[in-house]
């Protein structure tokens, strides 16, 4: 047992301390999983030769402490273990989030959390246990005793384990396509063997079990067809903002003046605001993907086996440029997670079927993603039918590092009347100041199409705790609350008209003001741009087109199984 004790106690110490107590205390399954998967894992490593088990030991230790740290610090800090989703977003991370990450998430307040310190220490010590000579001065009848007492702690903790053990084990099923994965996960069998290296495993297994579905969305996107095309808007800009709560923007009765140059043109007429659009995903990747694929919450197909929708815009003649300030090649990771939606961006054969340019290289401000356009435009003969796909860097955290200083509209004493400690109160003024510098670059992108006959569409890909409700900033991947639906899922939606535009179409400026305060998800997006457009072929549905006179609100689920407006009777208030 000596051989492989000390790897045993540490990652049996590792899981207990990323074991959360239930409101209703301790079980038995809360003590018997760590156990037995301790012993799973350390006894095999007892029978390597010594250098090997020291070596082997020494890694697999330390492994399993990184992830029982990353475990724990979701637990405490996004109140949700390790899942499929951060460990997705954990992958396609680029350098620049990564650093700002760590700079704003990581720091001494990391060490005020017992079970993290403690992790981190064990981290410390147990190399230096390999130093140490412990002997076990145990009487060979003493010895016999402990070997039969752990037979039988080792045989109670199997019972305890097989029925979870043999559901968990189903996710692993060699046959097990996506729907199959999504009923047992329904039906919670990944949480079923609470040890972070369980949910370590199921998370690597549901990124392979992605990189099929990848493969069978690109074959449903190369094999797309169009039946005719209209081409009812000759020019269509489709900007995606980043992190944006709508309740901190004027148009929806915010009480500074954060959006005032949107405010303005909504004020004039020439910008039609929505009142009641919600995105199924509080992550930008998962956002992504419903942005951009046919497949909606409800078809009667799985996502896999619709196209994603610029595609059918190049095949139907559209020249698509694809602008962003944070996903470019660089720093994308193939075949990743299908709940890391912007996956097939890291596509190279998906990216030339969707993308006639796409730029290579992102700013520090959204200012420079606009030169990039401006550029791209004066450099580039003005094709006849174009769609420009902007995607901003926004609000997203580090909200102190989304603006110039310089452009900085408020302060700290702006709050004075909430209820805020005074790292809170610096958090919220940033943020808001990343808004106001927002409006700015969104102003000046439309005067980029002022004299093209040009319709833009801008939504944001979810909101963000402010301090609103929660005492938090950032966002929470728990199962949504009526608070978190409001501020991290509802977001801001308008359309701009180009003036010759507003005098060529008038049949969709009264679609426009027909259909403000209709309720809408995001994933709807794809129908309306096809309609804007004028390009038909089997995937149009006009019960899901926004503009349509036969739309219909299908249910609006978000975070994957929750119905926003079961859980959210009370809508936000029309600012205009």
């Known amino acids: 047992m000596s051989r492989y004790l000390r790897l045993f106690l540490l990652i049996l110490t590792a899981c207990l301390l990323c074991t959360s107590v239930p409101t209703d205390g301790l079980s038995v399954h809360l003590l018997t999983a760590p156990l037995l998967t301790a012993f799973l894992v350390s006894w095999p490593t007892g029978f390597l030769p010594s250098r090997a088990r020291t070596a082997t030991q020494l890694l697999f230790g330390e492994a399993v402490l990184v992830l029982c740290a990353i475990d724990c610090y979701c637990q405490i800090f996004f109140l949700v273990p390790l899942n499929a989703k951060l460990f997705s977003t954990i992958l396609l991370t680029d350098m620049r989030e990564t650093r700002e990450f760590l700079r704003v998430f990581l720091g001494w307040q990391v060490l005020h959390q017992w079970r993290l310190a403690a992790l981190l220490l064990l981290a410390l010590l147990y190399p230096l246990s390999f130093f140490l000579k412990p002997s076990f001065p145990f009487k060979p009848r003493t010895t016999c005793r402990l070997r039969v007492a752990g037979g039988l702690l080792l045989a109670l903790c199997i019972v305890c384990e097989a029925p979870a053990a043999y559901r968990y084990l189903q996710l692993f099923s060699p046959g097990a396509d996506l729907q199959l994965t999504e009923g047992l996960i329904f039906r919670h069998y990944h949480e079923e063997v609470p040890t972070p290296l369980h949910r370590f495993a199921y998370a690597w297994r549901a990124s392979r079990l992605s990189a099929r579905t990848q493969t069978a969305i ?4 190369l094999e797309a067809t169009v039946d005719s095309c209209s081409y009812r808007s000759p020019h269509i800009v489709f900007v995606i903002g980043e992190s944006y709560n709508k309740h901190h923007s004027t148009l929806y009765g915010y009480h500074l003046p954060t959006t005032p140059l949107q405010q303005r043109r909504a004020d004039s007429g020439e910008l039609y605001v929505f009142t009641d659009v919600v995105s ?12 951009f694929s046919l497949w909606e919450h409800g078809a009667a197909q799985p996502a896999e086996c619709y196209p994603l929708f610029p595609a059918l815009f190049r095949k139907a003649g559209y020249e698509v440029r694809f602008f962003s300030n944070q ?5 994308l990771i193939r075949s990743s997670t299908s709940q890391a939606g912007h996956f097939f961006l890291s596509d190279r054969q998906l990216c030339r079927q969707m993308f006639s340019f796409r730029n290579e290289r992102t700013r520090s401000y959204d200012t420079g993603l606009l030169s990039q356009v401006r550029h791209f435009r004066a450099d580039n003969p003005t094709a006849p039918h174009t769609l420009d796909i902007i995607h901003l860097i926004g609000q997203h955290f580090d909200y102190a590092e989304r603006y110039p200083q310089m452009e900085a509209r408020f302060k700290p004493a702006d709050y004075a009347d909430r209820a805020l400690d005074g790292e809170a109160r610096r958090v919220l003024m940033h943020y808001d100041n990343a808004t106001h510098f927002d409006d700015v670059v969104l102003d000046r992108l439309l005067s980029l199409y002022e004299a093209d006959e040009a319709v833009v569409v801008f939504v944001a890909d979810h909101g963000e705790e402010v301090y609103d409700d929660l005492p938090v900033h950032g966002r929470l991947f728990s199962a949504p609350t009526p ?11 308008w359309v701009w008209c180009s003036p010759a535009y507003r005098e060529r179409h ?10 403000l305060h209709k309720p809408f998800m995001t994933d709807g997006l794809p129908q309306l741009f096809l309609w ?3 390009i038909y072929s089997r995937w149009n549905d006009d019960a899901r087109n926004l503009l349509s006179t036969q ?25 205009n």
């Open 218 to 221: 690109r074959r449903a996107t």
């Open 280 to 291: 199924p995903w509080n992550i930008t990747s998962n956002a992504f993907l419903s942005f």
């Open 327 to 331: 996903y470019v090649t660089q720093g």
């Open 483 to 493: 608070s978190q639906a409001r501020q991290e899922f509802e977001v801001p939606m």
């Open 506 to 515: 008038p049949e969709v400026l009264q679609r426009l003001e027909a259909s």
């Open 532 to 534: 804007l457009a004028g």
């Open 551 to 575: 739309y219909e609100c299908k249910p609006r689920f978000i975070a994957g199984d929750t119905d926003y407006d079961h859980i959210c009777s009370v809508k936000s208030t029309p600012s």
